[in-house]
């Protein structure tokens, strides 16, 4: 019979084992390679988000004469901090690709589509695939009530911007009157002074003709 005391070191030396590899030592690995950290830009950073929303996109192709599926993802309305513009840009939600991108001008105009209170359509010079297209859009969304509220938000924008452009025109309008009279103004003074100029001359002429008379 196996004395137990034989299997006692066997034992003991897995129990130093374990202990070893409990036991921290305060040593650090370097990592093989090194990660840095890469700043990722949306091209958003500068815009305040107006509205976000998960829908459906659609594009009418022109040559199959049918609507077909742009993708499904976040529809958002974004204004520029500085210029004030809004564009409209809607990412697929898996892969986050483009499949709108395009500004809300004073002409864009929201209609509802044919059989679908959930659904609108649209013209658009759109710059989703980088290079500016017309294209007619359909959105779709999963209540009628984010469709109105969609609908009804562009289509203030669109007013807005509306507003805006008047105002532009009537200040470069202005600016244009104002640069005329100055120009007006500057010549009128430069003919004054060439007038004035010119008698002085004449006065002067008379006054040597005199001169040349007494001598």
């Known amino acids: 019979m196996a004395d137990p005391a034989e299997h006692r070191p066997a034992e003991e030396e897995e129990e130093a084992a374990a202990a070893g590899e409990d036991e921290d030592t305060g040593a650090q690995v370097a990592p093989i390679v090194k990660l840095e950290e890469v700043a990722v830009t949306t091209g958003e950073e500068d ?22 599926e742009r993708g499904t993802g976040t529809v958002k309305l974004l204004k520029h901090k500085e210029t004030s513009k809004v564009r409209l840009v809607m990412r697929q939600a898996k892969t986050l690709k483009i499949c709108a991108n395009h ?20 013209h658009a010079l759109d710059f989703a695939d980088g290079e500016l297209k017309e294209e007619m859009f359909a959105i779709r969304f999963g209540s009628v009530e984010n469709c109105k509220k969609f609908k009804d938000t562009v289509e203030e924008i669109a007013e807005q911007q509306g507003k805006n452009e008047n105002k532009e025109n009537e200040e470069v309008s202005s600016a244009a009157d104002l640069v005329e009279k100055l120009t007006v103004t500057g010549t009128k003074e430069q003919n004054e002074i060439k007038e004035e100029e010119k008698t002085e001359e004449k006065e002067v002429a008379a006054t040597d003709d005199k001169k040349d008379v007494k001598e």
């Open 103 to 122: 500004l809300v001008v004073a002409t864009t105009k929201m209609q509802e589509h044919a059989g679908s209170d959930k659904s609108c359509v649209w």
């Open 47 to 68: 815009e305040d988000v107006l509205l976000d929303m998960k829908a459906k996109l659609y594009r009418f192709d022109k040559e199959g004469n049918q609507w077909k």
